[in-house]
């Protein structure tokens, strides 16, 4: 009998050593890799920014490459420096580097559904505070033609994972023609299951140009 014990709790104590060191790298190893890649994004975003190539990138969805960074998030109520590159595609090589443009809806400032997924944990966590969002909160996408500002409209709404009624040019009603300029974003809850999504949407409220490039 002892024998038996003493395997067993060798074998509870490595098996509790491996979930500690994946919890680590789950917070820590994939958080420092989505910093590189996002330190590495803002660098070739200015650079487009101040090129105005990326402002012919928008108007054309076939030129954007999955994980191609395209636009800054900005949501003050996450705090004074929250911002991340958002890449086109939501593949989990894309969400491991940050937000994700999901493909086929809208770009920044077009009429329809302009939607955003991203992790709630991993990656840097960065849509770990998108169910506390209410009504009147704003966020801020920031492209090479100029920043569009949405507001959200209320509460985040929790659907099950395969519904795709949220990604629809008006959110939750699919075959309805679009008349506003709307952003959805979406998210695993709970946390680490993902049984379902939070998705958080809001409307169009205002877009500034960026200033003309001076020339030299």
Do not use: K
């Not at 709970?190 to 020339?215: F, K, N, Y």
Request: glycine residues 14%.
């Amino acid at each position: 009998m002892r024998p038996y014990l003493r395997v067993t709790g060798e074998s509870l104590v490595t098996f509790g050593v491996i979930v500690a060191l994946f919890m680590a790298y789950m917070f820590w190893g994939t958080a420092e890799r989505a910093s590189d890649a996002q330190r590495r994004f803002a660098s070739e975003l200015g650079s487009q920014f101040a090129s105005g190539l990326s402002l012919a990138l928008l108007g054309r969805p076939g030129r954007l490459a999955l994980g191609q960074p395209f636009a800054f998030i900005r949501i003050p109520s996450f705090g004074r420096h929250w911002r991340f590159a958002i890449v086109q595609g939501t593949g989990l090589s894309q969400l491991a580097l940050g937000p994700g443009h999901v493909p086929g809806t809208q770009r920044p400032g077009q009429r329809g559904n302009f939607a955003v997924a991203g992790h709630r944990v991993t990656a840097g966590n960065p849509f770990w505070n998108v169910p506390r969002l209410r009504g009147g909160d704003l966020v801020y996408i920031d492209t090479a033609a100029g920043t569009y500002t949405y507001r959200i409209t209320g509460r985040p709404a929790r659907v099950p994972p395969g519904d795709t009624a949220m990604l629809a040019p008006v959110p939750g009603r699919p075959g309805e023609r679009p008349q506003r300029r709307r952003i959805t974003l979406i998210t695993c809850d709970p946390a680490w299951s993902g049984t379902s999504r939070v998705v958080a949407t809001g409307v169009l409220i205002g877009q500034a140009a960026r200033p003309a490039r001076a020339e030299g």
